[in-house]
């Protein structure tokens, strides 16, 4: 199946500092493709996968559920390690809940922690009603492109499938019981007006983690995908500032595949 314009992956070979970015649910590596450029401007290795079931059809994204998208993430996050000697990991939406879940099960192997506005929890009655309703209606209506900035777009599926959807409920009940676990430095960046993730999601994860190094920004200008919005560069900016702080040791510049 092709890959739409833009989604392909991510990867970029620079130094012995790596970072691992994780996209979100229904989305594409496009929504995280300037924020992976950038770093790798900077001269880190940087590996942003696409991930199954998405980029393509919404029908495959059917067929595919957590433990699908974690187990890609958690294979590059592996491949990354043999290659760097300090790894990072980051993530929007749902892809901070994955980036958050391998610092949990990594521990050591991860340096860091970048979030932009995580979720950790599927919202409103439709949540409750997954269970039984991913068995009578297939889709849902889309959650791309909640974007401030006018002629920006958000690369995904304009329909979300029910199956997938559960899936994802399913697993961000899971993350929240894992949150204590996550010990490492931790960077949240999230937007004041999000029409996808409240800020109590934000919250919720900034009160489970147990992370003394904590660092909390707020993004006064954007919507949920704040990568693509007006708060890009300072994300962009706080996240590499936030590397450096800890691994101060960037590599050279390498090259890049899939740009």
Not at 75 to 92: H, K, M, T, W
Not at 114 to 136: D, T
Not at 166 to 194: A, Y
Request: hydrophobic content about 40%.
């Amino acid at each position: 199946m092709p890959v739409l314009p833009g989604a392909e992956p991510y990867r970029h070979e620079g130094g012995e500092v790596g970072v691992l970015l994780c996209h979100g649910f229904t989305g594409s590596p496009q929504s995280l493709r300037p924020w992976a450029r950038y770093l790798a401007g900077q001269g880190l290795t940087v590996s942003l996968p696409l991930l199954p079931g998405h980029g393509t059809r919404w029908e495959d994204m059917a067929l595919t559920g957590w433990p699908d998208w974690y187990a890609e993430v958690d294979r590059e996050l592996r491949a990354l390690r043999d290659r760097c000697s300090r790894v990072f990991v980051a993530g929007l939406s749902m892809g901070g809940a994955l980036a958050l879940r391998l610092a949990a099960k990594h521990g050591e192997g991860v340096e860091g922690v970048i979030v932009v506005n995580p979720a950790n929890r599927v919202h409103g009655l439709s949540a409750y009603a997954l269970p039984v309703a991913r068995h009578l209606v297939r889709t849902t209506k889309g959650i791309t492109s909640d974007i401030a900035k006018e002629g920006a777009l958000e690369s995904g599926y304009d329909r979300v499938p029910l199956h997938s959807a559960h899936s994802l409920r399913t697993f961000l009940r899971m993350i929240d019981g894992e949150l204590p676990q996550v010990t490492q430095p931790l960077l949240v960046l999230h937007s004041v007006q999000d029409h996808v993730v409240p800020a109590a999601d934000s919250a919720r994860v900034l009160s489970r983690v147990s992370s003394t190094d904590v660092t909390e920004i707020l993004l006064e200008q954007s919507y949920h995908v704040a990568t693509l919005d007006h708060d890009a560069d300072r994300i962009f900016e706080e996240s590499y500032a936030f590397i450096a702080r800890i691994a101060p040791s960037v590599g050279k510049e390498g090259t890049a595949v899939g740009g």
